[in-house]
């Protein structure tokens, strides 16, 4: 990754965003001072979002989030809005700078009983930030319920109280916000389902913490972007040739299931692979040759016919489960490929007869020159690694890459690609029109084409599953699959080119 660019996605939950602040007040800038700049940047969204609003309901918390409120709250006032500030929990017992902030609110305070929900044309949401440390219950619930009831629009300051920043998660009651204003760099929260849904849109605000606290965080979660894997990113040498982008073998499902493996070999062909190759069964090969001409077939009846044609050296990219079936056969195949330590993209029947085997095969993927790529949805991820639900699809993520010692890519709108090493990307740019038949195909093929020219397997596996979101984008609402080719082709060109932008 190219560390300076890389910075700007990274991702801190909030304890490290803890680490953060409290760097930041080593290296000479007081607490409070970033909370005046937390509030300052939500007044300013404010403003610029809703210049009109004249009556604003604050909902302060008993911590540092409620402090930002109280802020923001004398900002608007002094401004000539009309603001209401309700306080969950006793003022007495509000301690740092949250107390300072209390103290410093001119106004007063109105009893959350009464509070004038209906009266208000803004709410702001300062009830829990990143100090959430269970699901909102009781009292609290009951308010954000009241919240949600009003019709004002909400900002959330941080995070939609109730929304755990590291897991997307909330265990209890949730605040629907219109949009969330976060400081220095996103959450994991904000990203993840079901969080992403309760945050609207997410804005980032700087409140002055250095950079340099990112470098000594060494956080490793980042937002899917180009500048992430834009350096390992294949580009055409002019002395190149079709064998220096490496040869891609795509096994092919039997005669009647012979659509999902061809999806993954065009799309692989269509990322650049130099020779994409579908290998099956005669009868597999006779349908796909009605419909593939770039593509070439290479009979392979048997697992050691198989093994035969991985004799050649120049198959370097394998990729296998897109309609290949759960048969005896396929297992053998699966063996075989296993065994041939080539660039393996494992997915769909594959990963499923995986998860059959007794220690789910990790050992022979770990003992792979290269790691595998597997590219489990949430059924697939579940039957190879098990329930993890309770932890967040991030760790559930990097678990499972430990475990197996591959590279996951964990789909889903939220996809999440980890490494052995504690990478982690959250992927944001697949639109749900994704969430079509043979899609997933399709994103197997981008990353073998990739893996075929010699991109590596983590970068490999982010760059297609962006390459994948970006190619729905182009497309829109109506797309199928077998158009997703297209749209690559557009993304390609556009935004690899060589004279477009990244
Ligand atoms: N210096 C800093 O640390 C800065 C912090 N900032 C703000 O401070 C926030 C974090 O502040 P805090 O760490 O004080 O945390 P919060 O203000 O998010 O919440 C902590 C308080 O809520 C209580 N609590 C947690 N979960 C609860 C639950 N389920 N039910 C009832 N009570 C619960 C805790 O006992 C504690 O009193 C950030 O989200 C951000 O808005 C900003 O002002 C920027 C600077
Ligand atoms: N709601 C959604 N929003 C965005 N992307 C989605 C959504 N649902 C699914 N996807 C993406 O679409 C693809 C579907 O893959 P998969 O479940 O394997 O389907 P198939 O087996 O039909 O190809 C994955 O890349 C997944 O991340
Ligand atoms: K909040």
Not at 135 to 158: H, K, Y
Not at 162 to 178: F, I, M, P, W
Not at 331 to 342: G, S, V, Y
Request: aromatic fraction near 4%; charge should be negative; glycine fraction near 12%.
């Amino acid at each position: 990754m190219t560390q300076a660019t890389a910075l700007a996605h990274i991702l801190l939950t909030p304890e490290e965003m803890g680490k953060a602040d409290q760097y930041a007040i080593q290296h000479g800038t007081p607490g409070y001072t970033l909370m005046l700049a937390a509030g300052e940047r939500i007044l300013e969204y404010t403003l610029r979002t809703h210049p009109l609003s004249k009556t604003i309901g604050v909902l302060c918390g008993p911590g540092n989030n409620g402090g930002d409120g109280f802020v923001v709250a004398k900002r608007l006032r002094s401004l000539g809005k009309k603001v209401h500030v309700g306080l969950l929990g006793d003022p007495s017992k509000l301690t740092g700078d949250a107390a300072k902030a209390f103290s410093d609110w001119p106004g007063k305070i109105t009893p959350l009983e009464a509070f004038p929900f209906d009266n208000c044309d803004l709410l702001i949401d300062a009830l829990f930030g990143a100090g959430l440390s269970r699901g909102l219950e009781g009292t609290a619930a009951e308010l954000v319920g009241r919240m949600n009831a009003a019709s004002a629009p909400i900002i959330a300051v941080d995070l939609p109280s109730g929304l755990s920043g590291r897991t997307g998660k909330a265990e209890g009651a949730v605040v629907q916000a219109t949009a969330s204003v976060t400081f220095f760099r996103k959450k994991p929260g904000h990203l993840l389902l079901p969080g992403r849904e309760f945050c609207g849109d997410v804005i980032v605000g700087d409140i002055g913490i250095p950079q340099t606290a990112l470098t000594q965080l060494e956080a490793q979660l980042h937002e899917n972007h180009p500048d992430l894997w834009r350096a390992e990113f294949p580009s055409p040498s002019l002395t190149g040739h079709k064998y220096s982008k490496g040869h891609a073998l795509i096994l092919s499902g039997s005669e009647f299931a012979t659509g999902a493996s061809r999806l993954t070999a065009k799309a692989a062909l269509r990322t650049g692979a130099g020779l994409v190759s579908l290998c099956g069964s005669a009868d597999a090969l006779r349908i796909h040759a009605a419909h593939v001409t770039a593509i070439m077939l290479r009979p392979a009846e048997t697992a050691s016919d198989l093994k035969d044609l991985l004799d050649d050296a120049r198959l370097t990219t394998l990729a296998l489960g897109p309609g290949l079936g759960t048969s005896t056969d396929a297992d053998e195949k699966l063996t075989i490929a296993l065994r041939a330590d080539r660039r393996l993209i494992l997915d769909a029947d594959a990963l499923t007869l995986l998860s059959q085997r007794e220690d789910a095969s990790f050992a022979a993927l770990k003992a792979l020159n290269e790691p595998a790529i597997l590219t489990p949805h949430a059924g697939e991820f579940k039957r190879l690694f098990g329930d993890m639900s309770e932890t967040s699809k991030v760790e559930e993520a990097l678990e499972a890459a430990r475990q197996s010692g591959a590279i996951i890519v964990y789909k889903g709108a939220d996809t999440v690609i980890a490494a052995p090493d504690g990478r982690a990307v959250i992927n944001t740019n697949a639109p749900p029109c994704l969430a079509t038949a043979g899609s997933g195909d399709t994103l197997t093929g981008i990353i073998t084409g990739l893996r075929s020219q010699d991109m590596p397997a983590f970068e490999a596996a982010c760059a297609g599953v962006w390459l994948h979101g970006e190619a729905a984008n182009v497309l829109g609402p109506g797309l199928t699959a077998d158009d997703l080719e297209d749209g690559l082709k557009i993304v390609l060109k556009k935004r690899f080119g060589g004279s477009g932008e990244t």
